[in-house]
């Protein structure tokens, strides 16, 4: 693979070297408006202030717009004395906006250049702190947990309930519209098609599933979880339903700072988090490490009805399974400071995982008239070991015209797999005497390479607009090897099963650009894009000599508006076009036979399914309230569902399908409220309608199902060092192409104690205080019935300490509110 790497460190450097086109002075040239063609003679200086503490404001937004049409000409940000400065400003009449986050817009009219009068001091401007700010953050000593937006939702992890003790499962489930399954994997609006990143990259582990991935990073290493419904070209495509961005804690403050966090919890488990950060001038050093290590027990039963013409039988299995996990990360990093336009960073990551199971399974096998047929235990004891290294190198250049960025990444992703699994079958006789166990024992080993180089550019344009475009090129080169052999007693030794050999391979390539133009007229802000993939790929089952190929290319457009209709009001309109590409897990055909009466597989030959995504947005603030609510429709072709098939006498499979198409349409509404001081709430609450077309040739029928969700959040600051939480979920049943779950519902409990000036906390929290949460649904198909009840450990205390250095989340706070300052073009 070494031939790909000096292909994209070349493509790298090339891009360093040749990107940076000065875009808005070519908007001057080509007489971009009116001011354009005015000589560039003015400049505006002045110094901002915190109004109540007299303190220089850092990255607050100083903007120059036109009379004529209230367009934004130039602006720039205050520096960290809050001296700001604007140049190259043409000849004529505006007004200017004075914005930070937190505190109340300013507004100075009647400025004036003139070739007589061309530099101008505004001297000294004091603005003041405001309860509540247009994207609904509440500027206090305490923000809100939840900040929602037009465009997106951002979770605040320190401000949830799952912080004390829980993962970024957990986190989840506080999430508006999102479901978290049994095994902890997502979906959103009735999809569990997620994108999900970490800190805006692709974590590469395509080998273990969402649960998995979201299983191992704990919620106390979590800043932030970004939820993006209907995405700009700027994203990847992939990710029907949207995509979710884990933003992990890292500071770039002066000096050193920090937090160690240690939490335990009832049935062995603990979690410890360290991140530290070292800042001094121009070099910013960080590093992070936290682990999960803890085991919980499951039980779940199955009862499956199976009929023909010779002879109906009902399977009834007793599952029993013991799960432990023992997960590690590091992530350090340098950000280099070449000068006060350009910024080198390396970031190194590295996972080390290890899942474990031990399974029982006791089965019988009646016929009609309820005699035991067949009656057996299954034991399996298997461990998978995850070892992942990132490697990622990024160049940022700034220009001294506001909005002006260059930004371009290099990123490697080595992931590996290995494991095995030891099972034990026992066969009992009609009077329960067992008979000699059939041993078997298989082996994996998956490797997936992954290399990105992407690059980003983006130029505010002389009449206010703004231009964006770049190019991403990534490839994946995924190896799959599995074995299976089985015990013979005569020979006292394992014979390799030769037809279980699975051996496959997916090498994969995308290369992708795209553009995008923003503007905005009066109260209107509109964005368009494009973006343009060419995929290319090659999936080889090497034991059957069989290969499939793939080459196409896929527009993908964007569209985004936003019209204010009053300070506190907004409304958005948005469209994208999305793609689902099949999984590496869904197109191995290898058969997975760990419960041999319940088999799996891929399909090799699965298309991607695409999605045209429309949403219609309204929100109003006042005081320390919100309202957001949200339209959505969804119109999905070839969607690609998991069907399951009666394959042979007692037998299923289970495998995935491309059926016809598919819609989905249905409301969001999120609301906060503060009743009290001594009481916040945050209500989600979801509507939704799913209807997929059947498939005569494979025997599926058409479905529909309306679902809906309501998740409460109940904030209670007893006192400023004491504060008590309460959550609430409850998820309605869902019907799906061949089956149906049913409803899920649970509460949590939590409170801190902060103390040592706040610098120190102690947290208590009961997950499913009720012990509630049970999954239980069915599915059906020709011939067969199946019900499945399954009961995780889910209560849980926890009981978790946290420690800040040099006052860690106060400082956090500010820096926070700087780089949200500044709510223009680019977080619409």
Known sequence: MLRFEIIFLQLFILTLLNFPIDIQAQGRMQGGGPEAQRPAIGIMKGRLLDAATNQPIEYGTIALMQVRDSSVVSGTISDPKGNFKVEQIPAGRYFVRVQFMGYETLMINDVAFRPANPEINI????????????????????????????????????????????????????????????????????????????????????????????????????????????????????????????????????????????????????????????????????AGYDNRLGKFNSTGVTERNTFNSEMSTLLLQNQTMKNKRNMHNLNTGIDYLLNDFNTLSFNFKIRRMTFGNEGDNRSYIFNDAFDTLRNFNRFSESERNIKSYNYTVSYKRTYTTKGKELTADFIINDNEMNGNQDIVQTEFTPDFNPLQPSLQLSSSRNTNMMYVAQANFAAPLANGSRIETGFKSSIKDITMRNGLSDFSYPINDWIFNE?????????????????????????????????????????????????????????????????????????????????????????????????????RYGNPKLKPEFVNSY???????????????????????????????????????????????????????????????????????????????????????????????????MNFPLRKDLNLSLAGNYNSPRTMAQGRMEEVYFADVAVRYDFMKSKASLSFRVSDIFDTRRFNGETWGEGFNIRMNRKMESRVAYLGFTYRINNYNRQRERERNSENGDMEMDEF
């Open 499 to 599: 037809s279980a050999i699975n051996n496959f391979d997916y090498f994969e390539q995308i290369h992708a650009v795209y553009g995008i133009y923003s503007a905005s007229f009066k109260n209107l802000k509109y964005q368009a894009g494009l973006r343009a993939e060419q995929l290319i790929s090659e999936s080889d089952i090497i034991q059957a000599n069989d290969q499939f190929s793939l080459s196409y290319l896929s527009l993908f457009p964007s569209v985004h508006m936003v019209y204010e209709l009053t300070k506190t009001q907004q409304m958005s309109v948005s469209y994208s076009r999305r793609i689902r590409r099949p999984g590496n897990r869904q197109l191995n055909p290898y058969v997975d036979y760990s419960d041999s009466l319940n088999i």
């Open 123 to 286: 001297g000294t401007i004091k603005i003041k702190p405001s309860a509540s700010s247009l994207s609904g953050v509440e500027v206090t000593a305490e923000r809100e947990m939840m900040v929602s937006n037009l465009d997106k939702k951002i979770i605040h992890v320190d401000k949830s309930i799952a912080s004390v003790g829980g993962s970024a499962v957990d986190v989840m489930q506080n999430i508006p519209s999102v479901s978290v399954d049994a095994d902890g994997n997502v979906s959103l609006r009735g999809s569990d098609n997620i994108t999900i990143l970490v800190d805006g990259k692709p974590t590469g582990l395509a080998e273990i599933s969402s649960g998995d991935l979201l299983q191992q990073i704990p919620a106390s290493s979590i800043e932030s979880i970004e939820v993006i419904t209907n995405p700009s070209v700027r994203y990847d495509p992939e990710g029907t339903s949207g995509i979710i961005n884990i933003v992990l804690k890292k500071r770039s403050l002066q000096g050193l700072n920090g937090m160690v966090s240690f939490t335990a919890g009832t049935g062995d488990r603990y979690n410890t988090s360290v991140n530290l950060n070292y800042r001094k001038n121009r070099v910013n050093v960080y």
């Open 615 to 713: 949403e219609l947005g309204w929100s109003n603030f006042w005081g320390k309230n919100s309202v957001n609510a949200t339209l959505f429709y969804r119109q999905t072709v070839g969607v690609i569902n998991h069907i399951t098939r009666l394959e042979s006498p007692g037998v299923t499979a289970t495998t995935y399908e491309n059926l016809n198409n598919g819609k989905s349409y249905g409301i969001e509404l999120i609301g906060n409220r503060e009743f009290a001081k001594w009481m916040k709430t945050n209500l989600n609450v979801s509507f939704f309608r799913s209807e997929i077309e059947g498939s005569q040739s494979l025997g599926i029928e058409g479905s529909e199902s309306f679902e809906w969700m309501a998740k409460l959040n």
